[in-house]
């Protein structure tokens, strides 16, 4: 069993950065691939950053150089560090735990870039 909280959105202008933070509990282990996803409204979810056991890291190209995606093992952690927020980066961000082929999921937090 797994349990993620995510925290960290809010309202931010275009320009401006947001860091978010997902919280694990249960059978989370460092060789585990965790990640953030987005969905906008209207829209399929899509990745915006993930990162293996191994410290591998792909980006979406819509966030290329603007977020970066970090984890703490020690405290079962992935945070997503976003600058030069755009508008279109507007989405409810999900954090996701891999786990045995199993995806679990947070229940999302809201960013808001006004233009």
């Known amino acids: 069993q797994v349990q993620l909280v995510e925290s960290g959105g809010g309202l931010v202008q275009a320009g401006g950065s947001l860091r978010l933070s997902c919280s694990a509990s249960g059978s989370i282990f460092s060789s585990n691939a965790m990640g953030w996803y987005r969905q906008a409204p209207g829209k399929a979810r899509e990745l915006v950053a993930r990162i293996t056991g191994s410290g591998r890291i792909n980006y979406a190209d819509s966030v290329q150089g603007r977020f970066t995606i970090s984890r703490d093992n020690t405290k079962k952690t992935v945070s997503l560090e976003m600058n030069s927020l755009k508008p279109e980066d507007t989405a409810v961000y999900y954090c996701?735990?891999?786990?045995?082929?199993?995806?679990?999921w947070g229940q999302g937090t809201q960013v808001t870039v006004s233009s």
């Open positions: 996701v735990a891999t786990l045995f082929g199993l995806d679990y």
